[in-house]
């Protein structure tokens, strides 16, 4: 038989507990949006008829740009919901398309995000065509 003194056990122990909760988060019903971004935009904007990853003269990239609206394509959580409304806006300013919003829920707590963002629309009354997607697999 191998002996193994105390530390080789401790460390093996503290990999298996590190491999459980990686195990644990990644089956949880809290996070199980099964691709990318960048996936479910492409296929939001070829349900759309429009071009995905559209390149401005500056750079800046268009999610979605459709024959009438400028898409930003996001996360329905954190920062990342208020950012999107200024780029929804930017995007609309150099194409001169409406501005449009793919919000993409894979968490459970995704609703107060999406509130806040209809919040900000409503009371500035601004144009932008608000869209939400549930991409959870459960």
Same mark, same amino acid.
């Given at each position: *038989?191998?002996?193994l003194?105390? =530390?080789?056990?401790?460390?093996?122990?503290?990999? /298996?507990?590190?491999l459980?909760v990686?195990?644990?988060? +990644? =089956?949880? &019903?809290?996070?199980l949006? %099964?691709?990318?971004?960048?996936?479910?935009?492409?296929?939001?904007?070829?349900?759309? &008829?429009?071009?995905?990853?559209?390149?401005? *003269?500056?750079?800046?990239? %268009?999610?979605? /740009? =459709?024959?009438?609206?400028?898409?930003?394509?996001?996360?329905?959580? &954190? +920062?990342? %919901?208020?950012?999107?409304? &200024?780029?929804? +806006?930017?995007?609309?300013?150099? =194409?001169?398309?409406? *501005?449009?919003?793919?919000?993409?829920?894979?968490?459970?707590?995704?609703e107060?995000?999406?509130?806040? %963002?209809?919040?900000v629309i409503?009371t500035?009354?601004? *144009?932008?065509? +608000?869209?939400?997607?549930?991409?959870?697999?459960?």
């Amino acid at each position: *038989p191998i002996k193994l003194n105390m =530390t080789s056990k401790l460390s093996g122990l503290i990999v /298996l507990s590190k491999l459980a909760v990686a195990a644990c988060l +990644l =089956t949880s &019903g809290n996070a199980l949006a %099964v691709e990318n971004e960048d996936y479910y935009n492409r296929l939001f904007c070829k349900e759309m &008829g429009g071009q995905a990853e559209y390149v401005l *003269p500056d750079r800046s990239r %268009v999610d979605c /740009l =459709t024959s009438t609206h400028a898409f930003e394509a996001d996360w329905a959580q &954190g +920062l990342k %919901v208020f950012e999107s409304i &200024g780029q929804a +806006l930017y995007y609309s300013a150099e =194409t001169g398309k409406q *501005p449009g919003i793919l919000l993409l829920i894979k968490k459970n707590n995704s609703e107060k995000y999406i509130r806040k %963002v209809r919040r900000v629309i409503e009371t500035f009354n601004l *144009p932008i065509k +608000l869209i939400i997607r549930d991409v959870r697999t459960n």
